[in-house]
């Protein structure tokens, strides 16, 4: 197929298939009738690349005043996407939904893993392995430091103390880009579960997974070509992917995890399709629930004790504050800012402080295709699934590390407080996580929002003393040296 087929951003009058107006309109249609004057304002943006970032921040506020709010801001946002992104194939438009119908199953192949089942929690740390005791010590040194919420450190906890929840052999995970750096598809085929993966076909990446499956306790099943090569294309067989999905690992309580990765527009395009997917399976196969990890970098709303474990941190620079006082001063305060600029009291009288931890190189399409994973959680948990949606850690992921702002700025995080980890490590961590949420199934929280707070490892970014923003080209500046002898 050539690359005007598949899942497409709609073209405008002109034939042109415009990223920014789509996006745009987009996230205007999510909250109007919520807060309008939102709307009026991202649909007046004329610099979309330039204006998202504040705008995503005002709309994250105005979303998170009521529960009811921010459900339906989801629900828009969702349905927004889904009637304007297409399916294209001979020559036929149509909408991605109506096209899932329609596809024929693709031929797939299984792998029985040979190793034994991982029945603790094991983390890669820095060159080490930590397991029991050791393990603990360090989540609690992340808890004091800021680096991850108490909650998530109260569930690794948990997954410590009750093994047997690692024990996947009962469980199916249909996982959408499972080659993804961040993916969860190594400890989950460790524990025993049954993975059914969905990755673009490039040998590399299924020479990886079938390795992976081979050494690991469960079981990969995988959809394969004519001619028995693993690998399908999101894009272009998304129709086929559906029916190979609606009956995988038949007779087993499925989880559908949104992992796939694009460069660009194309990442709004791959979400969309595994969105898509995960819809379809939401609703056809009962009792299956969905999982996805959060990217830090984003907008969030937060309860009061992070924004005033921040100020504390504010308050108490000492001399370094003396210090950067000239430099803020110069800058109007664009150079270290304190965190929390904006603060949105919700119905109940809790007061909440929005997270801005958005980085303007990765761009709107990188955060429209985030939002649409976190829209569809929220989704997912208001019609009574179970849902596992935590913010991962900032990760030196290839993705990332081939960014020069942004590998030099994870160099030199720590001299802000944050903590940037290693894949190999996020894992894990994310994976437990995972784990611990489909097996203790713990209520629906009060406000939507709240989903993305209980269980945050968000390396420190939530909590540090200042706004990061303002400090990103500082830590790019001191980690700079890092980054070239990584390179």
């Known amino acids: 197929m050539t690359t005007d087929e598949g899942v497409l951003f709609p073209a405008g009058p002109d ?41 995503v921040v ?10 009811e709010g921010c459900v339906r801001v989801s629900r828009q946002g969702l349905a927004s996407l889904a009637d304007r992104m297409v399916f294209e194939r001979a020559g036929q438009t149509r909408p991605v939904a109506e096209a899932l119908a329609e596809g024929a199953p693709c031929e797939s192949m299984s792998i029985k893993g040979e190793g034994d089942r991982r029945t603790e929690l094991a983390l890669p740390y820095r060159g080490h392995v930590l397991t029991g005791d050791a393990l603990r010590r360090r989540l609690d040194t992340w808890v004091e430091r800021g680096t991850i919420e108490p909650s998530c450190g109260a569930a690794l906890h948990h997954v410590l103390d009750d093994p047997q929840q690692l024990d996947l052999s009962d469980s199916a995970f249909a996982l959408m880009g499972a080659g993804a750096e961040m993916g969860p598809l190594e400890p989950l085929l460790q524990w025993g579960a049954h993975v059914v993966a969905v990755d673009v076909a490039k040998p590399r990446i299924w020479q990886r997974l079938t390795r992976l499956a081979r050494e690991g306790a469960g079981v990969l099943t995988a959809p394969v070509d004519a001619a028995g090569a693993p690998g399908v294309d999101l894009l272009t067989e998304t129709p086929e992917i559906a029916g190979f999905l609606l009956s995988a690992a038949d007779g087993m309580p499925l989880t559908v995890g949104s992992y796939a990765y694009a460069d660009g527009a194309r990442h709004v395009q791959v979400v969309h399709a595994s969105d898509a997917l995960a819809e379809l399976l939401l609703r056809e196969r009962p009792g299956t629930s969905y999982a996805e990890l959060a990217t830090p970098t984003d907008a969030f ?6 924004v005033e474990d921040s100020r504390r941190r504010w ?25 929390y600029a904006t603060s949105v009291p919700r119905e109940d009288g809790t007061i909440v402080g929005i997270a801005d931890v958005l980085v303007p190189q990765q761009g709107p399409n990188y955060t429209l295709a985030k939002r649409i994973q976190r829209w569809r959680a929220i989704a997912a948990q208001a019609d009574g699934h179970p849902v596992s949606a935590n913010v991962a850690p900032a990760t030196a992921t290839h993705s990332v590390m081939k960014n020069r ?18 894949p190999e490590t996020s894992r894990v961590l994310m994976a437990a996580l995972l784990v611990h949420d489909l097996r203790t199934q713990a ?15 968000h390396g420190g970014l939530w909590r540090v003393a200042y706004s990061p923003r303002s400090v990103l080209g500082l830590a790019a500046v001191t980690g700079l040296p890092a980054a070239l002898i990584r390179r």
């Open 405 to 422: 702002l942004l590998a030099a700025a994870y160099s030199g995080a720590k001299r802000f407080g944050v903590e940037v980890f290693a």
């Open 15 to 55: 034939g042109r298939r415009s990223t920014a107006s789509t996006g745009r309109a987009v996230w205007a249609d999510a909250i109007r009738g919520v807060d309008d004057e939102v709307a009026s304002r991202v649909g007046a943006a004329k610099d979309w690349r330039k204006d998202y970032v504040d705008a």
């Open 301 to 306: 709303a937060v309860p009061q004790d992070v």
């Open 315 to 339: 308050g108490s620079r000492g001399w370094r504050g003396a210090l950067q006082a000239p430099a803020r001063t110069v800058t109007r305060g664009s150079l270290y800012a304190s965190a």
């Open 58 to 67: 005002a709309h994250t506020a105005a979303a998170t005043r009521t529960a």
């Open 443 to 457: 209520p629906a929280p009060t406000h939507p929002d709240d989903l993305f707070v209980s269980g945050a490892a």
